[in-house]
């Protein structure tokens, strides 16, 4: 893996920056386990109440989430589907429509399974969502069937559900066309979100153009694009200023390019710098030191790296730490540290459950994992419990998913 180049000169490597709900990558067995126990915690003789039913789909979500990443696609489709099943018998069994708001999550997972298959035009009515919802349409996912009527129970239950399918609405399907490679048809969708979707996507439309047009060779108007993007957050005003970086090194202005990353470098690796989204933070320090080599400044990329593999001792992301520790060895190979990164990245290599990991050491996908293989029977285990929902007030509160919530529109990339 050391030794090799960034991308081919001339071109810069780009990605979503933007502040989004991303989930920290923890090791797939111990993350797998977790989930499990948490499963096995809410069965039993108890009735399905609202809180429990919530905290097994949030459950349930993330385990869909942890079998994709270990590459089995199929079982993570499965899951899914496993998913909507139980809530339907539930929503059926119980009359209780809120239970079906539960159901967005899986489905929305099930299109971006697709994508990952590399199927993005059978991925797009899956993120049609919110188109449904501002129309008061019925929607059926899958054996899920939500009526018109039921929108407005299922907003009163999330009330921040609008805004979460208009940001699967838009940068899901931006994600997708990307992902195809088909530039041309993310910059009219793009186009197109603009006069659809509320100001709060508009973020990612800006970043989904500019990626487009940097990939497509116009890094004159990717530039310009990111000095006059809209910033939410000041997360994101870095996300936008790394595309910036991005864009001049292209055009060949590496001295501008050059000034920009090494203050942000500075401002990285300050002390006692606070992280609020730690996730989103990783990848733009990846990022960062990705254009710092290409920039041919390999000492303030080495400082980004060691700063990156600090944070991953902190705040666990098992691919990036790889990442991290790879591009330490790539720019300083001669390191004194060397040895010990050396050994590290082996031990991450060799244990990693992740198939984006394997993949880079030539490894086959961890398939039937005792670990996965677990977890997926945890899932079905729970599925099969059945039992009728019910409002409880004076329950004691279920177990909340530590690896996130599970809310619709999580991301998953």
Excluded at 42 to 62: E, K
Excluded at 151 to 175: S, T
Excluded at 221 to 250: G, N, P
Aim: aromatic share 4%; with cysteine.
């Amino acid at each position: 893996m050391t030794g090799s180049a960034v991308q081919r000169k001339g071109s810069v490597a780009v990605d979503f920056m933007t502040d989004c709900d991303r989930q920290p990558r923890r090791p797939l067995d111990v993350w797998a386990a977790d989930i499990r126990r948490g499963l096995q915690s809410l069965r039993g003789d108890q009735d399905w109440n609202h809180a429990r039913v919530t905290s097994a789909s949030a459950f349930m979500n993330l385990a869909a989430l942890v079998v994709a990443s270990s590459g089995d696609l199929p079982a993570a489709e499965r899951l899914c589907r496993t998913q909507l099943t139980w809530l339907a018998q539930l929503a059926s069994r119980s009359g209780e429509v809120s239970v079906l708001a539960n159901a967005l999550q899986p489905w929305i997972n099930l299109g971006r399974l697709r994508v990952l298959a590399g199927d993005a035009e059978e991925a797009l009515p899956y993120f049609r969502l919110a188109e449904c919802l501002r129309d008061q349409e019925p929607v059926m996912l899958g054996p899920c069937h939500i009526e018109a009527g039921m929108w407005p129970v299922l907003v009163a239950a999330e009330p921040d559900l609008p805004d979460v399918l208009w940001n699967v609405f838009a940068l899901d399907r931006l994600k997708a066309h990307l992902r195809s490679g088909d530039l041309a048809r993310t910059l009219s969708v793009a186009a197109a979100l603009r006069n659809v979707a509320p100001s709060a996507a508009h973020r990612y439309i800006a970043e989904a153009e500019i990626i487009a047009l940097i990939r497509s060779g116009r890094a004159e108007d990717a530039l310009q694009k990111a000095t006059q993007a809209v910033h939410v957050t000041a997360s994101d005003e870095i996300a936008f200023l790394l595309h910036q970086i991005a864009a001049a090194i292209v055009l060949g202005r590496r001295e501008h390019a050059r000034r920009r990353a090494v203050g942000l470098t500075v401002f990285f690796t300050q002390p006692g710098l606070r992280r609020a989204e730690p996730a989103n933070h990783l990848r733009r320090l990846k990022q960062l030191a990705l254009l710092l080599e290409e920039l041919e400044e390999p000492h303030y990329a080495l400082a980004v790296y060691t700063q990156g593999m600090k944070e991953c001792r902190r705040q666990v992301d098992e691919p990036l730490q790889l990442d991290f520790i790879d591009g330490a060895l790539r720019v300083v190979p001669d390191h004194h540290s060397a040895s010990q990164w050396r050994g590290t990245l082996k031990n991450l290599l060799a244990r990693s459950l992740y198939a984006e990991v394997r993949r880079k050491t030539g490894a086959a996908a961890a398939l039937g994992h005792p670990a996965i293989r677990d977890l997926i029977h945890a899932v079905e285990a729970a599925a099969a419990a059945g039992g009728r929902p019910r409002h409880a007030p004076g329950d004691d509160d279920p177990p909340v998913p530590s690896g996130g919530t599970g809310k619709p529109g999580a991301d998953r990339r």
